[in-house]
């Protein structure tokens, strides 16, 4: 495996082979991303992951100072998984003031887009400039950031870009915690609370799947429960997967998804339902 900080140095490593997965992170690294640079592997000969934390995805007030580097054990992990590390520095990245800048589609001002002004265009942004970097034939994403893979989604879609957007599913600890880098964020009593955020979405789903149409009485129920529990709701919704527009009815597929704050620590989760059959999709 070959640890590669600049972009000339990526594409001359890249220039002669045939097909490329990728798989963009922040670093800080669990099992989750580990099974997407597992599952990249089905879609390219060579395999390349990013680690680079990126500020244009960040509002003033956000983690990005305090988001942890941890470069050396990253690697560790990616190690026989992934053939090429792409770690750049911030100047490699951004060598001016960026400002041109990828504009989401309208629903990125939304959900999560509601709560950090400017993150998905920031995402959208540094995503498409590692496309064009790595050129990758296929690129993985998971579906814990939903409303993400949505926007890369639509974004690779209406600007052409000749890159497959594979959706890896949310890998969850036994208690059905969504992993994620930000858990590590969370006091042992916090971390027991957590998993409330799942129970309430597979509760929201069971509804649904057994003929309850409410969705404004579910969404009120459950973000109801949470800030009964300390939460700090950002939101609660059931939208439609193809257009993660508020639910109707008819839509046959559905996503739950949910974000609130345990503390200093923002949690995010979904849960897809198939209406008409009643299975997870």
């Not at 799947?209 to 969705?215: I, K, R, S």
Request: hydrophobic residues 45%; aromatic residues 6%; negative net charge.
């Amino acid at each position: 495996m070959q640890i590669i900080s600049t972009t000339p140095e990526l594409r001359d490593r890249l220039k002669s082979e045939p097909s490329v997965a990728f798989v963009p992170t922040m670093g800080n690294l669990h099992e989750g991303h580990v099974a997407l640079v597992r599952q990249a592997r089905e879609h390219g000969r060579c395999v390349v992951a990013s680690i680079f934390v990126n500020p244009i995805q960040f509002g003033p007030s956000e983690d990005f100072n305090q988001y942890p580097r941890t470069l050396e054990a990253d690697c560790a992990k990616l190690e026989g998984l992934a053939d090429v590390v792409f770690a750049p520095m911030v100047d490699e990245l951004y060598p001016e003031s960026q400002q041109v800048f990828v504009e989401p589609p309208p629903v990125a001002a939304e959900l999560c887009g509601a709560f950090r002004p400017g993150h998905f265009r920031g995402v959208a942004t540094v995503v498409l400039k590692l496309f064009n970097i790595v050129q990758p034939q296929a690129a993985v994403f998971g579906k814990k950031d939903y409303q993400q893979l949505h926007v890369i989604r639509a974004m690779a879609r209406q600007l052409n870009l000749p890159v497959e957007i594979v959706a890896g599913e949310t890998l969850r600890a036994a208690d059905g915690l969504a992993l994620s880098s930000r858990n590590g964020y969370l006091s042992g009593e916090e971390r027991a609370e957590a998993i409330r955020l799942y129970r309430n979405l597979v509760r929201m789903k069971e509804s649904i799947v057994a003929g309850g149409g409410d969705y404004a009485a579910l969404e009120h129920a459950a973000a109801a429960d949470l800030e009964a529990h300390g939460w700090r709701v950002d939101y609660v919704s059931v939208r439609a997967v193809e257009s993660l527009l508020p639910a109707k009815a008819g839509d046959a597929g559905l996503v739950v998804l949910a974000a609130g704050w345990l503390g200093h620590t923002r949690l995010i989760d979904n849960v897809e339902v198939c209406v008409s059959s009643g299975r997870s999709l």
